[in-house]
């Protein structure tokens, strides 16, 4: 029983990190393209400076604008799963 516990947490948490990861590469890439330039991915607001108040959006002294790595990731899997409900649509309409 404890072991099938420790499993499902081990294997959630690597799926977490799996996830937020490709979620925040993606982002990482996606975002300065499609604002060119203007907004960039931060850190993690807890440990990047730039986010003092704790904010998920601020605005550098260079007058761009700088968003949380953890929010970011999340607009990355936003992205994969749009893809993904695009292609399924694109199957499911052939």
Do not use: H
């Not at 499993?7 to 300065?32: D, K, N, Q």
């Not at 604002?35 to 704790?54: E, H, L, W, Y």
Request: one cysteine or more.
């Amino acid at each position: 029983m404890a072991i099938d516990v420790l499993a499902v947490f081990i294997l959630r948490l690597i799926a977490e990190v799996v996830l937020l990861l490709a979620g925040y590469y993606t982002a990482c890439v996606l975002i300065p393209a499609v604002t060119f330039g203007r907004i960039a991915v931060g850190a993690n607001r807890k440990t990047d400076p730039s986010f003092q108040t704790g904010e998920r959006f601020v605005r550098t002294a260079d007058g761009k604008f700088l968003l949380d790595g953890e929010l970011a990731a999340y607009f990355g899997l936003l992205f994969w799963a749009l893809v993904g409900a695009g292609v399924f649509m694109y199957q499911a309409a052939r």
